[in-house]
């Protein structure tokens, strides 16, 4: 068995890690608003949570089941994310994450089922998935709309720790961050000039544990994967009441 490098994460660190980041964000939109270090360091989970999905898919002995599990806990999470970022139960101007991962899955999986066809049959597929992410994203309001879908597929394309791919996943990382959902940051001076740092450009640090991970799962279980799907609307839910 080869030896464990002592920075490296698992699939159990990143789960765990991307929780408790994406609490934080939250916890920052809706109980303890104003606190921004809160929103800042919760960048990182999308991203995570993004490569853990396309981790998912390439380990799951069955797709359907990983399709219908998923599809089952976005329909659960639906009404605790509108009570928490809508205030009311019937909020349709913003689905939740799930949907976004689910799109980000059935695409994936059309690009899969191409795998044996030509070379100009596959690119033509990779280009169509990346138009069909980017409207749908926008058309179904899913959240991080066109973003979050292409940030998944970003990790699906360039998966892999050839340093090409790590560096075109570092390139497309920082147009969907500073550029699709770039926007809001904060202004600092330094030596006379003014600057501005964009609140989403702190997402890129979750590169920082996703390149430690090195396949290892860690501590698992049916019990510890039930933790990670109920997480997300049990979490919503308490926050949506409070």
Not at 80 to 102: D, E, K, T
Not at 158 to 175: D, I
Not at 181 to 200: D, K, M, N
């Amino acid at each position: 068995m080869p030896k464990k490098r002592i920075f490296e994460t698992t699939s159990f660190s990143l789960h765990l890690l991307a929780m408790i980041l994406m609490l934080c964000d939250h916890l920052w939109g809706t109980v303890v608003p104003g606190n921004d270090w809160l929103t800042c360091v919760g960048r990182l989970a999308m991203p995570i949570f993004s490569f853990l999905i396309v981790e998912g898919y390439f380990h799951t002995r069955n797709f359907k089941r990983y399709l219908l599990r998923l599809l089952l806990f976005a329909l659960l999470s639906e009404i605790p994310f509108n009570l928490a970022m809508g205030g009311r139960i019937f909020y349709p101007y913003h689905q939740n994450v799930l949907w976004s991962f689910l799109l980000s899955l059935l695409l994936i999986h059309w690009n899969e089922k191409s795998r044996h066809r030509r070379l100009p049959i596959r690119i033509l597929i990779a280009v169509l998935s990346v138009l069909c992410g980017y409207l749908l994203g926008l058309l179904t309001m899913v959240d991080y709309l066109h973003a979050g879908v292409l940030t998944v597929l970003c990790f699906y394309f360039f998966r892999g720790n050839a340093w090409w791919r790590r560096g075109l996943l570092l390139l497309s990382l920082v147009y969907i961050n500073l550029e699709l959902l770039g926007g809001y940051g904060y202004e600092f001076t330094l030596f006379g000039e003014t600057h501005f740092i964009a609140r989403q450009g702190f997402a890129l640090f979750a590169l920082i544990p996703i390149w430690l991970y090195r396949g290892r799962q860690g501590p698992h279980g049916k019990a510890l994967q039930l933790l990670y799907y109920a997480f997300y609307p049990v979490h919503l839910l308490i926050l949506g009441l409070l």
